[in-house]
């Protein structure tokens, strides 16, 4: 290993921290606003850290008896419903999908056809999926927005999911289908469960792609019953809300899944991101 | 590889992904070209064939060029600045240094933080009376007065480029860090006892192994910024004096808020077809990196 001169340690650790502060700062400073009582984030000069910990912002916002906290409380509900919907039926079609892509070389042309359509830019196709769901009276519905989820989960999951299978030897498919397996009992039974790693990658992908959206729900959901979280705190930091700690603390509570998802499964999304990636 | 026992039939386990693929993007999509022949409305009228009168005003309009270079200069301006910051971070994460752990682990925040929550926390330091950049650079006395960052039109889509940045560089580091762990340990090795500078073994040793999820990333981050919304509605939904209306927004406005379906179709499709020739033009570009290996 190479042996490192003073300047180069000292060059090191300088950059080490400094890129710790940029990339955590701003985190603190979120978790910091949404602890601090209205009166302490409207001083001058600023008050960094508050005299003590506030709870009243995550109490209200989880407070489903009133306006605020149901209005909160719903919009995550809805986001966790059109995402789960979502995710679960893009793995139901992209499973298939991805086998036949992976052993049938001659369709290889539709997962092209697929990677290309999932490039399109969404305002691309919001004006008629806007007046469809309008006529067929699904503006504002969760299973409306699910459907749309579906269609930009497929293409990204079936992508990674075949990346599986193309790491899977066709020996072991060719002997069980010898031994009289159906192709739907070898699918079940033998190929998926050698892939589940990389379909459970495939889901949180998903997921975290679904709660992450935000175009086609600002465009499509605007009540109670199926606004999402993201349009939700659109609303909240766009001038509705005038306690910071309050809008902080929204922030905190929709970052809590994917960021607690990232730390946990970071070694699973790296790999995926390089898979999806290396394959260009 | 032994294949003759797949069924014939089993393309139809692809036909699901097919049959929703065409009713969500490929109709659409067909609608939306002939929309833009239209001079459809929203809600109500489903417009005459107008020929392509929209396409020909939009290309003269101030709004459009403006959106358009706005939108460029985002682009050009975050993607490098994420690049950049993203490979020399993961250069430094490869160096050997106490915490290198846990800053690995935690280069994967900002990458999982929502892009809408980015924002809004972005919005809450921009603040002009009580933000907590203003603050810091007051209180350290790089600021004479309180700026509105978000207010201004020359400062703001640099302050909506610092608060991507933020979030995307850490993506572009998480892949090269990655792609930096193939390079082989006994030609860094090599390199160094033939004597090659710091500069000839990244360009040497290191460079060629990078090159490849490098540039995949460039790609996926120009379409993902070229098409940029979130962020900008959240932070300046387009303002001040339009100054950060990006197309994506653009379209927004036309289609929806003034309801002009026929000519925020043609738009989408001008946006569609700018976004398609960069994909074009990268994946010969990927290719041709491939080559080289």
Redesign the interface.
């Known amino acids: 290993m190479e042996r490192r001169s003073t300047t180069a340690t000292i060059f090191t650790y300088v950059a080490a921290i400094a890129v710790f502060l940029i990339v955590l700062l701003p985190f603190v400073w979120l978790v910091v606003m949404s602890l601090s009582p209205a009166e302490a984030l409207t001083q001058k000069p600023l008050r960094w850290w508050p005299s003590e910990m506030d709870f009243s912002n995550y109490r209200q916002l989880l407070d489903y008896t009133e306006g605020k906290g149901r209005d909160f409380l719903s919009a995550l509900f809805n986001s966790l419903r059109v995402s789960g919907l979502a995710t679960l039926l893009a793995l139901v079609i992209a499973i298939p999908a991805a086998w036949v892509v992976s052993r049938v070389k001659s369709m290889d042309w539709s997962l092209s056809l697929v990677v290309l359509l999932y490039m399109l830019p969404p305002v691309a196709l919001a004006v008629p999926l806007y007046m469809v769901l309008a006529r067929i009276g699904m503006l504002n519905s969760v299973y409306g927005l699910a459907a749309i989820y579906l269609a930009i989960l497929a293409p990204f999951t079936t992508w990674l999911i075949k990346s599986g299978f193309d790491a899977l030897p066709g020996e072991i498919e060719s002997a069980a289908s010898m031994d009289g397996a159906r192709l739907d009992q070898m699918l079940r039974l033998i190929s998926i469960p050698l892939i589940a790693p990389i379909v459970a990658t495939a889901a949180i992908f998903a997921l975290l792609l679904a709660w992450d959206e935000f175009f086609y729900a600002l465009l499509f959901t605007s009540g109670v019953q199926a606004k999402t979280v993201t349009v939700a705190i659109a609303e909240i930091s766009g001038g509705r809300e005038t306690n910071y700690g309050a809008i902080a603390a929204a922030g905190v509570i929709a970052a809590l899944p994917p960021v607690f998802i990232g730390l946990i499964l970071q070694k699973a999304l790296i790999s995926g991101l390089t898979h999806g990636g290396v394959k260009g | ?3 003759a ?3 014939r039939q ?2 139809l ?2 036909l ?3 049959a ?2 065409v ?7 067909f ?2 070209i002939r ?1 833009s022949l239209t001079d459809a409305r ?2 109500g009228s489903t417009g005459n064939f107008v020929g392509l009168n929209n396409f020909a005003k939009l290309v003269s309009r101030p709004d459009f060029l403006q959106a358009l270079s706005t939108t460029a200069i985002f682009t050009v301006v975050s993607v490098s600045a994420e690049i950049v910051l993203g490979v020399l ?1 993961a250069l ?1 994460l490869q ?3 106490v ?2 752990t846990l ?1 690995r ?13 980015n ?7 921009y ?1 002009p ?2 933000g ?1 950049l203003n ?1 810091a650079l ?2 350290i006395g790089l600021l004479e007065g309180y700026q509105s960052w978000l207010g201004q039109p020359q400062s703001a889509i640099w302050a909506i480029i610092v608060a991507d940045v ?1 979030k995307n560089f ?2 572009v580091a ?2 090269s860090l ?2 930096l762990q193939a390079v082989p340990r006994d030609v860094q090795a090599a390199a ?1 006892i033939d004597g090659a500078g710091i500069v000839q073994r990244f360009r040497y040793v290191t460079l060629p192994y990078l090159a ?2 490098l540039m ?2 460039v790609v ?1 981050r120009t ?1 993902e910024a ?2 940029v ?2 962020i900008v ?2 932070l300046t ?1 387009g303002g001040p004096a339009n100054s950060t209306r990006t ?2 927004l653009l ?2 406005q036309e ?2 808020a003034f309801q002009r ?1 026929g000519s ?2 043609s ?3 001008i ?2 077809l700018i ?2 020739l960069l ?1 074009v033009f990268y994946a010969r570009l ?1 290719r041709r990196t491939e080559e080289m290996k």
């Open positions: 590889m032994n294949t026992w797949i069924p089993a393309w386990l692809a699901p992904l097919m929703v693929m009713t969500v993007i490929g109709y659409p999509l609608d939306t929309l929203l809600i971070t430094l160096q050997r240094f915490g290198r800053l682990a935690l280069m994967i925040l900002p990458w999982a933080l929502p892009t809408v929550v924002a809004m926390l972005w919005r809450l330091i603040n009376e009580y907590a603050a007051t209180q933020w850490s993506l998480l892949i990655a792609a160094l490849g999820p995949v990333a996926l379409i070229f098409k919304f979130d509605w959240v939904r197309l994506s379209v927004y289609a929806f379906a925020g179709a738009l989408a499709l946006v569609t976004i398609t994909a990927v």
